[in-house]
Nanobody, 127 residues
Framework: QVQLVESGGGLVQAGGSLRLSCAASGRTFSSYAMAWFRQAPGEEREFVAAISRYGRTTYYADSVKGRFTIPRDNAKNTVYLQMNSLKSEDTAVYYC????????????????????WGQGTQVTISA
């Protein structure tokens, strides 16, 4: 089992930046991929970004491509979500996700593919 704890959410103006962190424990961090999802009020949880276990491959939703990056530090058991040029439509609760049986990510992996989730961190973008 993997335990995940997010931090770094908050309120920021449109055009600003924010970095989320997700600290993992419980299994060898470099053995599984990591992903970020988000959920806005009244909306379904949607994929944001993912990174393979050694960080060689990254994936992004079209809506964040070019603005967000997902680095990971395997020595610190932490994955980040660097968010730049933030827009009001980025307002959501952001969750990190993992599954110890998934060393990489595939675009057909939806939320049910991940068995471990953090508690979520609120990101609010003001106009």
């Amino acid at each position: 089992q993997v335990q995940l704890v997010e931090s770094g959410g908050g309120l920021v103006q449109a055009g600003g930046s924010l970095r989320l962190s997700c600290a993992a424990s419980g299994r060898t961090f470099s053995s599984y991929a990591m992903a970020w999802f988000r959920q806005a009020p009244g909306e379904e949880r949607e994929f944001v970004a993912a990174i393979s276990r050694y960080g060689r491959t990254t994936y992004y939703a079209d809506s964040v491509k070019g603005r967000f990056t997902i680095p990971r530090d395997n020595a610190k058991n932490t994955v980040y979500l660097q968010m730049n040029s933030l827009k009001s439509e980025d307002t959501a609760v952001y969750y990190c996700a993992a599954d110890p049986n998934l060393p990489t990510y595939r675009p057909d992996y939806g939320p049910p593919a991940f068995r471990s989730w953090g508690q979520g961190t609120q990101v609010t973008i003001s106009a």
